[in-house]
């Protein structure tokens, strides 16, 4: 399959995906990209806006996997700044390009996706599929149950290297502007990453055999 990975990071969701598959992944960061392309040399890679490309190259792909930015989503920054527990943020309006890109690929896009976020402060103002920690808008039903494991708990001192060894990554050479462990938290379990490719797959290879079927 033709796979486009938006806001890719590290590829915390793409980690078992293997190599069978043509994926082009987006970001931003000039230092994840050069990171995420040492760690998958097979997949195409490129410093770009997620959110305009999806809107210019969506036609190319089979499945497109979506993780806009949460911050300005999150509940634990919501109840920081409204109980002025913290003087780093501020009150902001949510980015709503996540809704954007969840109404676009709901009525444009005729392949498979996922749109993957946090769990908001507020009620979603479109409905999705809860797993987790995380919710997933994506027009097909996802497992019940995507993962079984636990991201670990620790201090703020030790967050960013049990992150790193839950996700199997290494942020040593890192030398952009963003926090690590900031970095770290908002990967994707690669577990979650690769049920949710395999149900895909299913229906992708289910769909190709009734069209053989019908001939």
């Known amino acids: 399959m033709k796979i486009l990975n938006l806001y890719a990071c590290l590829g915390g969701n793409r980690y078992k995906w293997g190599n069978d598959h043509q994926i082009t992944a987006i970001e931003l960061d000039p230092e994840l990209a050069r990171m995420y392309k040492e760690r998958f040399p097979n997949d195409t890679v490129i410093i770009a806006d997620a959110h305009n490309y999806l809107l210019d190259h969506y036609k190319d792909f089979d499945f497109i996997w979506t993780s806009p930015p949460c911050p300005s989503h999150s509940r ?63 027009n097909f039903t996802l497992p019940a149950q995507l993962t079984t494991r636990s991201l670990p708990i620790g201090t703020l001192t030790d967050e960013t290297k049990k992150l790193c060894k839950f996700h199997e990554i290494d942020l040593s050479s890192y030398k952009g502007e963003q926090r690590k462990n900031k970095i770290a938290r908002n990967l994707v379990d690669y577990e979650a990453g690769a049920t949710i490719l395999n149900t895909v797959m299913g229906i992708h290879e289910k769909r190709n055999v009734n069209q053989m079927q019908l001939f």
């Open 76 to 138: 634990i920054r919501y109840y920081q700044v409204k109980g002025r527990k913290s003087d780093v943020y501020r009150a902001e309006y949510p980015n709503m390009s996540l809704y954007q890109e969840i109404i676009f690929l709901d009525k444009y896009f005729k392949g498979k996706y996922v749109v993957e976020n946090v769990i908001p402060y507020y009620k979603p103002l479109i409905q999705a599929q809860k797993r987790g920690r995380h919710l997933y808008w994506a």
